[in-house]
């Protein structure tokens, strides 16, 4: 597989220096993306980095994630507005690890293989440097002409900006010129891949190498992800769409993709799958024919869910949303752990109910009209069973007389009210 091309069809590319792709072309290389590392998980703006670094591998080449440790107590000024908080090196190296378990889903850490995967932390060699060594073996090669050209530079010092630059953020496209040096010289690392906002300080490591080592070294970036609408992608109303499930559950993960708009499905399924064109040629075909069966959407969230989550993650997920949206039974309703349970009713009206009365069971009218606002009035309870419109945990209510009890709670702690097709109520049991 031509990595270059693999990127270009998918849409993947934005810069890359002149040379890169004959190298690329000419032996098996290594090359190396940065993370940061200010979260104990990534989230899925991270995830266009990490294909690419998949799709590196897979085309025969050596791929290194580079943990931002060092950096990660910096803060890297591209693309933000003011100056973050830094991490200590407990937290960072407690996030490095669980983010190399997010990395073993995707990369190939453990074989015997050439072009096995490596996981590195700047930190690890940031550390040894003093202030004065840094100064005199890396500032006095790059001009401040140089680091002033830089956009993400000239952006935090013009007029957008009121905060201005702390001499810290000044310095971070030193420190990440100095991992592509250190990598070039340790790893024989001749490329670093990032997003489009790192091209500045991917150069700056470009030009260190040329300057210090007369050697060679290129770079590549990929395009911001964005919506068709403008929006930023990956944000939702809550925040980031986490990989790890406990901070988004995977059926939260899989909702996020199968609801994304039909211009962006077709971008994004080249992306953030594996997906050959062939087959994506399909898909956009079967979309065009019948949009409205969403195929794209539903490849795009089956593929994404599985490889970030697993298989039975994914059909748990499904499963859980055809009980809004299609038929459902009290089984598979049992079925769904806590998280997902209050995922998929996120937003119903919620009652609660003191669990000791359910232990010597409450009638169901006067649970659902008395002791809680369920319905408004006794009467209006006995019309809705009577009409067949009542369902508790998913199955149809036909008996007025009937006392709901602990036995009836799903997880242990939730009753489904459902009136009609489209009217919910949870009750929690306290």
């Known amino acids: 597989m031509n990595f270059v091309e693999e990127l270009r069809w998918r849409g993947m590319i934005h810069d890359i220096t002149p040379g890169a792709e004959e190298q690329l072309e000419k032996e098996m290389t290594s090359a190396y993306l940065g993370i940061d590392p200010t979260a104990d998980s990534l989230h899925i703006g991270h995830l266009v980095g990490v294909m690419m670094l998949k799709h590196f591998q897979l085309s025969g080449h050596k791929p290194l994630a580079l943990i931002g440790g060092a950096t990660g107590m910096i803060g890297d000024p591209s693309g933000k507005s003011a100056e973050r908080n830094l991490l200590d090196e407990e937290t960072l190296r407690h996030n490095q690890d669980c983010i190399k378990k997010q990395l073993a ?7 015997d293989a050439e072009n096995a995967a490596e996981l590195v932390n700047n930190y690890d060699w940031m550390k040894e440097f003093s202030f004065l060594d840094f100064i005199r073996d890396i500032g006095k090669h790059i001009t401040v002409n140089y680091m002033m050209a830089k956009d993400s530079v000239k ?24 991992d592509f040096l250190h ?29 210090k080592e007369s050697g060679e070294a290129y770079a590549l970036t990929c395009p911001l992800i964005t919506k068709a609408d403008g929006g930023k992608f990956g944000k939702t109303e809550s925040g ?9 559950t995977p059926y939260k993960f899989y909702q996020f993709w199968l609801n994304v708009s039909d211009d962006d499905a077709e971008k994004y399924i080249k992306i953030f799958t594996l997906l050959g064109q062939e087959e994506v040629a399909e898909l956009v075909k079967e979309q065009e024919d019948a949009p409205h069966l969403r195929p794209l959407q539903k490849r795009l969230a089956k593929e994404v869910t ?20 299609g038929k459902a039974t009290t089984d598979s309703l049992a079925k769904l752990d806590k998280e997902t349970f209050l995922a998929v009713f996120e937003g119903v009206p919620t009652f609660e109910i003191d669990r000791a009365k359910l232990e010597s069971g409450v009638p169901v009218i006067e649970l659902l009209a008395s ?19 009542l369902s508790l945990n998913k199955a149809k209510m036909t008996d007025q007389d009937y006392v709901v009890t ?12 459902q009136k009609g097709k489209k009217n919910y109520y949870i009750i929690e049991a306290v």
């Open 105 to 111: 889903k995707f990369l190939d850490f453990e074989s």
């Open 155 to 178: 952006k935090r010092l013009g007029e957008e900006s009121k905060m201005g630059m702390s001499f810290t953020e000044f310095s971070y496209q030193l420190v990440q010129g100095t």
């Open 183 to 211: 990598l070039y010289r340790e790893k024989n690392c001749r490329l670093q891949m990032g997003g489009s906002d790192q091209w500045g300080n991917i150069v700056t490591g470009t030009e260190l190498i040329r300057r």
């Open 240 to 248: 980031n769409v986490w990989l790890d499930k406990r901070l988004t």
């Open 306 to 325: 599985c490889m970030v989550h697993d298989e039975e993650e994914y059909n748990k997920a499904v499963e859980a949303s055809q009980i809004l949206f």
């Open 371 to 389: 002791e809680t606002a369920a319905f408004p009035s006794k009467g209006d309870l006995r019309r809705t069973i009577k009409g067949n419109g």
């Open 406 to 417: 602990v036995s009836d709670l799903i997880n242990e702690n939730y009753l489904l009210v």
